[in-house]
Every structure is written in C-alpha cells, then in structure tokens.
C-alpha cells in the first residue's frame, strides 16, 4: 500500500534549507538559491515572500542582472 507525503514536513524542509543558504551566504539572490538547493525558482520565490512577510528575513539590495 502506497502512503501520502506529508506536504508540510516538505515546505518546513525546504523553508529551513532555504534559511541555511541565507545564513551561510554573504547575500543570496533567489536565482543562487534556487541553483543552490535544486529548487524551482518559483518555489524559492514563495519562501522568500513568506519569510519577508514574516519579518524572518530582509532584502537588502539588489544584485547585478544576469540576464
């Protein structure tokens, strides 16, 4: 028998990775955080305004554009 996945643990996995990036870097775009974790950039967009809102974390500033 085949059992569900527990999306919460999945976002609280993935929240936390996110946060370690953050710590460890010395600023983090969201597009270094995406190629860092694996992933998607949309995924990490979603945290990245959760943890703003939340007060957890702050922008700083704006990096060079790769594109």
Request: proline share 0%; glycine share 12%.
């Amino acid at each position: 028998m085949r059992t569900g996945t527990n999306l919460l643990k999945v976002k609280d996995y993935n929240q936390r990775l996110v946060l370690e990036i953050i710590r460890l870097g010395d600023g983090a775009s969201r597009v270094e955080i995406a190629e860092r974790t694996g992933l998607t950039a949309q995924t990490v967009s979603n945290i990245v305004r959760r943890l703003l809102s939340e007060g957890v974390i702050e922008e700083v500033g704006k990096g060079r554009s790769r594109g």
